[in-house]
């Protein structure tokens, strides 16, 4: 089974219309993060946000809203009023830490391409 | 700060011949990270390191290898390489839990 799910390959929009991406995870942990990740066309990973399990006050940057649930495992995202500059795939991310490396290991979801058309 | 620099930017190889993609990061960080990306399927780790001198499998190590000799510097290998491993390379490197990612290196087998 995946540990982060992104069921929406491909997401096409009119520009001003909002749009949410979907992301549910799979953990047995108790302290976890969540992340998303934008990738445009020019092929960079910009990060968007973290956050951690033990928050799940959903957040608000701008255009941008992030709804995280832990009772359905899932961490949500929102573009509001979207704009052709948000065209870009979105990647979800749940990092845990690997008890037996001593490390966090961060999986990916497989993403979730969004056009927005002018 | 120059942040995660990923050197070469574009590389094509032949079938069977050998190649290294270096990272550097000048932040000081103690883990270091290999990616590659594939059309739908996300990013999976090839490789990771914890510290100076250690690595790590991750879940598709199959066909490379690595080194972390230096702490700012994590080395990825192709031995001999194969058409499978085109690819988009990505390094990262953090403090945990979340990391900082490199341009990315795209590499293609013929």
């Known amino acids: 089974a995946q540990k982060v799910t992104q069921a929406q390959t491909e997401i096409s929009v009119v520009e001003k219309e909002d749009v949410t991406l979907d992301c549910v995870y799979e953990?047995?942990?108790?302290?976890?993060?969540l992340f998303w990740y934008k990738q445009p066309p020019s092929g960079e990973l910009v990060f968007l946000i973290r956050?951690?399990?033990?928050?799940?006050q959903n957040e608000i940057s701008g255009r941008y809203s992030w709804n995280f649930q832990k009772s359905t495992s899932s961490f949500n995202f929102t573009i509001t009023a979207s704009q052709v500059v948000d065209s870009a795939v979105y990647f979800c991310?749940?990092?845990?830490?690997?008890?037996?490396?001593?490390?966090?290991?961060?999986?990916f979801g497989k993403g979730t391409k969004l056009s927005v058309i002018p | 700060n120059a942040g995660v620099t990923q050197t070469p930017k574009f590389r094509v190889l032949k079938t069977g011949q050998s190649m290294t993609l270096l990272c550097a990061q000048d932040?000081?960080?103690?883990?270091m990270y290999w990616y590659r990306q594939d059309p739908g399927m996300g990013l999976r780790l090839i490789h990771y390191?914890?510290?100076?001198?250690?690595?790590a499998k991750g879940e598709v190590p199959d066909g490379y290898n690595v080194s972390r000799l230096k702490k700012q510097n994590f080395l990825l290998g192709l031995e001999s390489a194969a058409p499978s491993q085109t690819s988009v390379y990505f390094c990262?490197?953090?403090?945990?839990?979340?990391?900082?990612f490199g341009p990315g290196t795209r590499l293609t087998v013929l």
């Open positions: 991310a749940l990092s845990e830490r690997d008890s037996g490396a001593g490390s966090y290991q961060l999986t």
């Open positions: 932040m000081n960080h103690e883990y």
């Open positions: 990262a490197s953090s403090p945990p839990p979340g990391q900082f």
């Open positions: 956050r951690n399990s033990f928050d799940e």
């Open positions: 390191s914890v510290g100076e001198g250690t690595t």
């Open positions: 953990t047995r942990d108790t302290t976890y993060y």
